[in-house]
């Protein structure tokens, strides 16, 4: 078979040209001389897809000869973006790509554009599972990922008389060139039903969980090539079928339609992404999604390792580890107890042990409102024995708990599983960390709230057992391929220029060479045409989504990011109003010489989330007055950018000079897109949060525009403003009047009465600190906001000043890149490591 396969060069630019016109005859039923743009994109995705094949496959081969350590990353989301032009980087096949593509008189960034944005997550942790793949990919890492292949991705956001109206996204239209469907790889998942005992084969007592409903978990892979290396990672995702049997009784009875119907229904399974990244709610079908995927990817790896021969289950730590992405895989814990025990007959004892040191940890979010509590009805009802057993584990380590601490100590009840109250419920966050070998948090400030704030009571314990590092810290980074590389080819051009080689692609340290040049004044202009090439691309973008002309001399000003109360985008409308404000005391003279600002704020928010569809209205609303009024367009324009999505982060990201990381400190676990913008020569006007605090130390406090209270000041704010004492600045006060006046409601009372509710719970000063007042502590940190804001005009009106800045942060990045948290990951909680794929084997 192998001497009939055609043989082609894979980077030769007519060889694409054949594969593709095969692919448009055969593959899609197209003809030469008939087919649209969108075809083309679809036959280009082929010709990649044959080559990412082919790498994916003699990947897994090698993996496997090698018999090495495997990674598995379980995750509910991957906001991957497009596909075709980073595994073009990836593969190296930009120059034969463009070439081959010219000769057919087509434009390869217009086939780019034709693919939809798979958006098969919520924000922050989707997308960091996203560079995560890439970097294990080009870090040779035999690591895969497992998740949920939804039919509906995240919601596409549209904009309607200023408010957020969310539309379905089926992604998956006419089907994804870069998948390959696997009907061979399936497995079964139960729900519901109910636990009996009896014997095995052996005669042995055994547990059965019987009844219910199963439904089909079938793969579809997705290849995940790295860069410089040919190693090809896969992207595992679990699709919802109707199980295999039919029902024969059903068949004849006049119930047919109803069986058929019921067997549907098991697809509603994997159908839709919940589009919420802040609070919980216990929905059902929620808690069955993850089960159905944990449930699948488990019985996958363990089927790869008892495929090999002369296994033995007491190697299994030698070969496997697993990253839980947050609390939404970790029924794994239970999970992985069930196959062991129940399935593969493993004794309980050393299950637990196996378990505990295969299963990790990563933890997202300091909100305790976003930590995921099961009732343990619907635990009971949908998976009996995953009670039965946490049941068991949990009994254990109380009666372990009470030999430390005494039967009643206040400990126990903070780290059992079990929360008691009218509705009893499980604490996936407890079972997560009782089931890992390592917990993290994701930027150093973040690691140590979880110890301190979020589970003090696990890290004391930790430390009482003398293993204080179980909490680990992993400060999370983003992939240059996708953020530098392909978001900003002028960019990556200079830096491989002046450092005369790509090598900096995978090793960031490489980019301090460009130091030398920061003040050089070659490099200057370089850089600035660089940015000024951006803007163009962002204002062609901003004129197409929000009809909108915006001068691309003016200083750009970004906030894209969930829209949640605690990034506080409203303070951020707030002072764009407050400059409105300024600029309208001024004379016409005086304006000429005030610094031009477009303010761009992007973002998706809850469908439920009521303040937060407030805010963008606010922000809508806003732009309509300020960019019409003819005093002050010139200077300031404001626009909220519908549907941001990974694509649009791509070109608004490269553009920006300065972006917003403004939460109220010790809120942001850590935030990626703050990376992005500074290894693309912005500038950050933030807050002490998250890893702002790290990028701030690595590209020097000369970088930064810091403002705000830190992080330990916020108790000590609040209770003062209990006490009466928190003062809102006189500017601000302007703002709230003029909001409460009208300006900006549009003579629609609804909104009149939606902008006062904010500004008064802001001002209910009693309640800062809590849900009722001003939670986020915007009254307190704006006038440091302003202050920030006057010393970014002032730096900025120095352009060569600015530029220097630029280039310095942006050649100090190389903390950020996810090859450097990998690494540290791979090292330090998977023990695994890297397995390079030699050309020929
Ligand atoms: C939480 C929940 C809560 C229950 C409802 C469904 C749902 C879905 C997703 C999430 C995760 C939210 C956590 C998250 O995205 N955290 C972000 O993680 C980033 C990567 O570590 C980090 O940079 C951001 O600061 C953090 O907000």
Redesign the pocket.
Known sequence: LWKLMDTYEPNDPESIQKSFARHLEYSLACTRFNFTMEDAYRAAGLVLRDRLLESLNDTNDYYRKMDVKRGYYLSA?YLIGRHMQNAIANLDLEQPFKEAFIGLGMELEELFHEEADPALG????GR?AACFLDSMATLSLPCWGYGIRYSYGMFKQEIQNGRQVECPDFWIGDGCPFEIPRPDITYPVRLYGEVTHGEDEKGNWCVNWVGGEIVQAMAYDNPIPGFDTYNTNNLRLWRACPSKEFDLDMFSAAAYADSVESRRKAEDLSAVL?P??????GKELRLRQQYFFVSASLQDLLRDFIKRPNYKWSELPEKVAVQMN?T?PTIAVAEMMRLLVDVMHVHWEEAWDLTTKCLNYTN??VMPE?L?KWPVEMIERMLPRHLQIIGELNLRWIKDLQKKYGDHSPVISALSIFEEGDIKKIRMGNLAIMGANKVNG?AAIHTEIIKKETFPEFYKYCCDIGKPDKIVNMT?GVTPRRWVHCANPALSAIFTKYLGSHEWLTDMTKLKGMLKFKEDSKLHSEWMEMKRECKAKLAAFVKEKCDLDIDQDALIDIQIKRIHEYKRQLMNILYVIHRYQELKKKSPGEREKTQKRVVLIGGKAASAYVNAKIIIKLISNVGKVINKDPDTSKYLKVAFVPNYCVSAAQVMIPASDISEHISTAGT?????SNMKFVMNGGLIVGTMD?ANIEIREECGEDTMFIFGCLEHQVADIAAKAKSGHYPIDSRLQAVFQAIRNGDFSHGEPEAQAEFCSLVDRLCNIQAAGTWDGDKYLVISDFPSFIDAQARVDATYADKAKWCKLSIQAASSMAKFSTDRTIKEYAEVIWGVKPAVRPLED
Request: a negative charge; proline letters at 0%.
């Open positions: 989301e919520n924000g922050g942790l960091l919940y919420n990244d802040a609070t919980y709610e947050d939404h997202h979010t976003a995921e994701v999370n942001e676990a850590s935030g990626t998250g």
